[in-house]
T-cell receptor, first 112, second 114 residues
């Protein structure tokens, strides 16, 4: 079945460091891909999305490119801030079912 | 002004009890969801309703029964609670089914079964 795999966390960075969180997927067809963020004590919020190959989603300085050839959707940010500390979830839409399938989440801690 | 709200925020109960979690959205959305997040932060969909009708029902024990009295509310009732039910439960809503539309999540309900 469809699945999403993310890099293990926690990821600990200093402020202004470059961030990459890896995400790969397995799916039939051409799923839409998403990154959600969960700040401490809150629900998930959509960070960015891409609906077809080579699309780049971007928001709040974060970017991710839909790579069909490597079945990846890695999240990047050039300069992280303490306020970016959160859990980041990669997800896909399962074959037009309307269901989101999530990766296991990656905790990011940014230190001043 | 809360878009998707859940009550209670925390719920501690004993094995064998029956409990309910309530969810309300004031966004005018047609579709609502329940997700379960386990202790390792793994998040999985449980149910989805569109205009009070069940459209997604994952492999969830039948002790879990969602109820949608109207399209703004989706409650989750759990019978005969077990230790493994301890998790954070998130409600979400979207304008319609399918993922052309963003899902908006509630703050979660942390259920602890002792």
């Amino acid at each position: 079945g469809d699945s999403v795999t993310q890099m293990e966390g926690p990821v600990t960075l200093s402020e202004e460091a470059f961030l990459t969180i890896n995400c790969t997927y397995t799916a039939t067809g051409y799923p839409s891909l998403f990154w959600y963020v969960q700040y401490p004590g809150e629900g998930l919020q959509l960070l960015l999305k891409a609906t077809k190959a080579d699309d780049k989603g971007s928001n709040k300085g974060f970017e991710a490119t839909y790579r069909k050839e490597t079945t990846s959707f890695h999240l990047e940010k050039g300069s992280v801030q303490v306020s970016d500390s959160a859990v980041y979830f990669c997800a896909l839409e399962a074959s037009n079912t309307g269901k989101l399938i999530f990766g296991q989440g990656t905790t990011l801690q940014v230190k001043p | 002004d809360t878009a998707v709200s859940q009550t209670p925020k925390y719920l501690v109960t004993q094995m064998g009890n029956d409990k309910s979690i309530k969810c309300e959205q004031n966004l005018g959305h047609d579709t609502m969801y329940w997700y379960k997040q386990d202790s390792k932060k793994f998040l999985k969909i449980m149910f989805s309703y569109n205009n009070k009708e069940l459209i997604i029902n994952e492999t969830v024990p039948n002790r879990f029964s969602p109820k949608s009295p109207d399209k703004a509310h989706l409650n989750l009732h759990i019978n005969s609670l077990e230790l493994g039910d301890s998790a954070v439960y998130f409600c979400a809503s979207s304008p319609a089914g399918g993922l052309l539309y963003e899902q908006y999540f509630g703050p979660g309900t942390r259920l602890t079964v002792t």
